[in-house]
């Protein structure tokens, strides 16, 4: 038997590797939020006491891999490979973070998928015997991306009720070989790699609408290819499609008459901050869905609450140019299937 | 018997995929130089008559990737997955490109390293049966890059001679399963991720000696995993050191007792201009060793020139704000061998 079988662009795993841990670490506003709780590290400041916010995102990245490895029982070393990537230009929390772990890296970036993409493909490589642990990380910072790609929050500029917050959080995951005994009772069994679309939305103040078509074709595709139905999973959670984009997902399926029942579908950029007004219409950023699926979801799994749960991940491929060159804003998604073992 | 064994950091393939096919489309100075006739289109504008130099460097890309799949007598829609980045913000190319072709896409981002990079994952992907077909490509565009990194050409800023010159090119390679029947008998054969080190170079006017370090541990890795020596291989590509990267990478070697016969080792930032003093050290850029290695390389294997080949992509993981922070340059190399087939 094949260690993978693909289907369309999905691969199911015949030996479906092991989640063997996860560390999640975030600023003052999401340790406050509802799923503060879940997360290992809360920084107060900014800052982190360095000396520019791109510094404070790397170290939030790098403490993030290193609980990871702790967690694991495990030294650097053991890592085979590290995916990683961010919202900076050319990814530098990622490339400067690989360069204090020294594992073989492999840079890759999606935005705000950037998290999926690199379960799917730490998951991939480990499924098929190319690696016995592999690393997936990712992060964001508030006031790195904002001054990046809008205003910076100093400015104080007015935001929208479309507007989405960008999470201050660094997520990184290892999974290992299906054969090695794990603590862990959670698998990676399935992703899905998402095409790119683009439904013409221009308003880089608006990224849950204009990802909103990414997530639902993504989506579609995954339970196509694996022929599942809506009941199968307990969770799918979308990150960062947000309010407004969430409820344009649930619109896009409903059309195509794909119905899922109460409580199934949610987002990580709805479910990180208080629904109180000063959050617009919720999260974002790499970071978001990075913490709340190896935070809460990784949590509720190994309590058993969850039993499968698809995270699909979604990024919005604008740069500050291609704004300010009248694009449209190309969107993508990667979907990743986590399922406690029969065990 | 498994599809890939690895060993440190190194995927052997046992059943090697395939190379399917190519495209490679560069600018006027690239077309003019020692490399000229091996690449399928050359453009004599910079513009390609396009609004920005951004979109004509997405335009490159598109052409790169739609003459790869029309050699391989493929629809777009027989590729499963295409691995793709740049060096723009965001890697804009790369996205736009992405969603225009609307293959499943893996965004990557390793600066210059991405192009091999790229054929690594995409050749591990067919390799072990995730696949059938699967694309890597990549792109850099004087215009755009300098613009972003250093400072616009049209400045007509003095550089010095350490300075390299990004390329104008655009690289597509497609890899296929190797139970696949193939025109081609290249097989990619073997691949190296590498790690990221940084030896303290700051100066973004010297990135071949910033990146020699890492294109010596790559090759070191690669040689002591495979247990294979230094004549196996009729060329050792990298790819971008330039003059003053490769000086420096051969006295790295030749500190380690590592000698290479005659002409063996080789540099696509070298080899793609005159050597007439107008391009400083030569070539750098994404594009750079896409084009020599899909356009130079495969030609000379198809020909028979050429049996074994190593190409070592080395990427330099600055952005303009890690330069402005006073940050020094990490950078990586991944190498990929391709062997013709005994048959």
Redo the contacts between chains.
């Keep these: 038997m094949?260690?993978?079988?693909?289907t369309g662009?999905t691969?199911k795993y015949n030996l479906p590797p092991a989640v063997v841990s996860a560390g999640t670490v975030v600023g003052k506003k999401e340790g406050n939020g509802p799923l503060g709780k879940y997360f290992d590290i809360v920084h107060e400041d900014n800052w982190l006491g360095g000396?520019?916010f791109?510094?404070a995102e790397q170290k939030i990245l790098e403490e993030a891999c290193n609980i990871a490895v702790r967690k694991a029982g495990l030294k650097r070393e053991d890592i085979?490979?590290h995916f990683s990537?961010d919202?900076?230009?050319?990814?530098?929390s990622s490339?400067?973070t690989?360069?204090n772990l020294?594992?073989?890296?492999?840079?890759?970036?999606?935005?705000c998928s950037t998290s999926m993409?690199g379960l799917a493909?730490a998951s991939?490589?480990t499924a098929?015997?190319?690696?016995?642990y592999a690393m997936a990380s990712t992060c964001s910072h508030t006031n790195t991306s904002e001054k990046q790609f809008r205003y910076p929050n100093e400015y104080g500029a007015q935001k929208n009720d479309t507007s989405q917050c960008t999470v201050i959080g660094g997520g990184a995951v290892i999974v290992g070989n299906g054969q090695i005994q794990s603590q862990s009772k959670i698998n990676v069994t399935a992703a899905t790699?998402?095409?790119?679309?683009?439904f013409g939305v221009a308003d880089p103040f608006n990224m849950g609408a204009a990802m909103a078509p990414a997530a639902a074709d993504t989506l579609i595709n995954h339970f196509k290819d694996l022929n599942i139905d809506t009941d199968y999973y307990d969770l799918v959670l979308t990150g960062d499609l947000g309010k407004v984009g969430t409820e344009i997902f649930k619109e896009l399926l409903s059309q195509k008459g794909i119905n899922f029942g109460e409580g199934i579908l949610n987002d990580g950029g709805v479910m990180i901050y208080p629904d109180d007004g000063r959050f617009f219409a919720g999260g974002s950023g790499c970071g978001c869905m990075a913490v709340t699926a190896y935070g809460y979801v990784l949590n509720q799994m190994a309590n058993g609450r969850l039993k499968r749960v698809l995270c699909i991940a979604t990024g919005a491929?604008?740069?500050?140019?291609?704004v300010q060159?009248k694009?449209t804003i190309?969107c993508?998604a990667h979907g990743v299937a986590l399922e406690l073992s029969e065990v």
């Design positions: 094949r260690n993978v079988t693909r662009s691969w000396g520019s791109e510094k085979n490979y990537g919202l900076l230009n050319q990814t530098t490339g400067f690989a360069k020294g594992i073989p890296y492999l840079g890759i970036f999606g935005a993409e493909l991939y490589l098929t015997g190319g690696a016995e790699i998402g095409r790119v679309l683009d491929l604008l740069s500050q140019l291609s060159q694009q190309p993508i």
